[in-house]
């Protein structure tokens, strides 16, 4: 069986480690608990390890955010992945720092990223994982703040949730979507 894991995120050091880039901070975190690199591949960068007899790919587009859904159609198809075996890792700015939630379908909320995999995969009903990264901002001021970095305070908190996002996709992986989501989804 074979999975997909993409974060969300835009490539280049001026979004590194931004809160618009949680997803790409998950997966790295995820490739780097595995001990395994990514590899520059076609529309991403791409890595793989084995968790309980699974192959599970980890994908950052290269696509940038509002392109997402190219790269990640792209890569469910070459490799033949299942409707309901790959996912999603996204911020969500609707959610207090910390709140992660994994969820089996949704709309995009206004995540650019998140409507342009809906529009490239004909689909809403697709697994994600959201990341609250806050909404300590002024009206008017969400861009801003979602290509803005973390605190000192706030980076110590996302240390901590980058780890339990990782505990979260393994036991997709390990245990399938909806015991995942009865296991983690607490408020």
């Given amino acids: 069986m074979k999975y997909l894991i993409i974060g969300l995120g835009n490539m280049g050091s001026e979004y590194e480690h931004t809160r618009h880039n949680i997803g790409f901070d998950v997966v790295d975190k995820l490739a780097e608990l595995e001990e395994v690199s990514f590899k520059n591949e076609v529309l991403g960068d791409l890595a793989h ?13 290269s696509t940038f955010m509002n392109l997402s859904g190219k790269a990640t159609r792209y890569w469910t198809q070459k490799l033949k992945i299942a409707s309901n075996q790959w996912l999603v890792v996204v911020d969500e700015f ?59 305070e706030q980076a110590k908190t996302i240390e901590k949730v980058k780890e339990e996002a990782c505990k979260v996709l393994k036991s997709f992986v390990a245990i399938g979507l909806d015991r995942a989501m009865t296991m983690y989804n607490r408020k």
């Avoid at 390890?49 to 587009?61: A, C, S, T, W």
């Avoid at 809403?124 to 909404?135: E, F, M, N, T």
């Fill in 94 to 152: 609707q959610f207090d720092l910390g709140t992660i939630k994994l969820q089996k379908k949704g709309g995009p909320g206004g995540h650019n990223g998140l409507k342009s995999v809906e529009a490239m995969m004909q689909s809403s009903v697709y697994p994600r994982l959201r990341v609250g990264i806050g909404h300590d901002f002024r009206r008017g001021g969400q861009v801003d703040y979602v290509l803005g970095r973390w605190t000192d």
């Fill in 49 to 61: 390890f084995k968790h309980k007899g699974r192959m599970v790919y980890l994908l950052k587009p």
